[in-house]
């Protein structure tokens, strides 16, 4: 079974700017996160989706980032305006049903410069 | 509330000789604790996870961890390193069936030849 694809890998911007990510889940996980992952951490949860839903979005700082999940498939994050302190990648989890494991994409790197 | 202290941000082993990755959690639920590994450049994959069943846990490429409730610690184990488990390494926590995981800031295991 193919993996939880995410795109772009790297991506550098200026502060100000805005960026996107995308996220295609495993076939069938229902449950979506979101991870923030600041170099020298271990990831934090921004955002959480039950199929097109939101479930926990209490870690997300709502005046510059935003998620969706249109369809309960792929899933989009965006930070506008970015600031240096975003620098970090961007991880992306999907969970199937009642299981407990999370299946991670291989992340979106992003330097804000 | 949960929280996951790693103890040991660098730990360094010969090949051949014991890891030891120390991880301790609070939770005010009985908690699931997962391990996670992340190479370089790469997602986090699933080592082994405890969900109140068997305190002693196995995984995947001869790491294994016990649960001690008394001591409030979920300790990563492999008897012999090889070169290839040179990463970083996650502890994670959640509360019981809500699957919401906090990580741990991460331990990075070098490998000496």
């Known amino acids: 079974e193919a993996g939880v694809a995410q795109s772009p890998r790297y991506k550098i911007i200026e502060k100000r700017q805005s960026v996107a990510f995308w996220c295609n889940p495993i076939?069938?996980?229902?449950?979506l996160y979101w991870y923030q992952q600041i170099l020298g951490q271990g990831p934090k949860l921004l955002i959480q989706?039950?199929?097109?839903?939101?479930?926990?979005d209490s870690q997300l700082p709502k005046d510059r980032f935003s998620a969706e999940r249109l369809k309960g498939v792929d899933s989009t994050l965006k930070i506008q305006p970015a600031k240096l302190e975003d620098s970090a990648v961007y991880l992306c989890?999907?969970?199937?049903?009642?299981?407990?494991?999370?299946?991670f994409g291989p992340g979106t790197r992003l330097l804000v410069l | 509330a949960q929280s996951v202290t790693q103890l040991g941000s660098h730990v360094s082993v010969s090949e051949g000789a014991l890891v030891l990755l120390r991880c301790n959690y609070s939770?005010?639920?009985?908690?699931?604790l997962f391990w996670y590994v992340q190479y370089p450049n790469q997602g986090l994959q699933l080592l082994l996870k405890?969900?109140?069943?068997?305190?002693l846990v196995k995984g995947i490429n001869g790491f294994e961890a016990e649960f001690k409730k008394s001591e409030t610690s979920f300790h990563l184990t492999k008897p012999s390193a090889h070169m290839s488990d040179a990463a970083e390494y996650f502890c994670?926590?959640?509360?019981?069936?809500?699957?919401?995981?906090?990580f741990g800031k991460g331990t990075l295991l070098t490998v000496n030849p």
């Open positions: 989890a999907t969970r199937r049903g009642m299981q407990e494991t999370q299946y």
């Open positions: 076939s069938g996980h229902a449950t």
């Open positions: 989706f039950q199929n097109n839903g939101v479930v926990d």
């Open positions: 939770s005010s639920v009985p908690p699931y």
């Open positions: 405890y969900t109140s069943a068997a305190t």
């Open positions: 994670a926590v959640s509360p019981g069936s809500n699957y919401k995981l906090t």
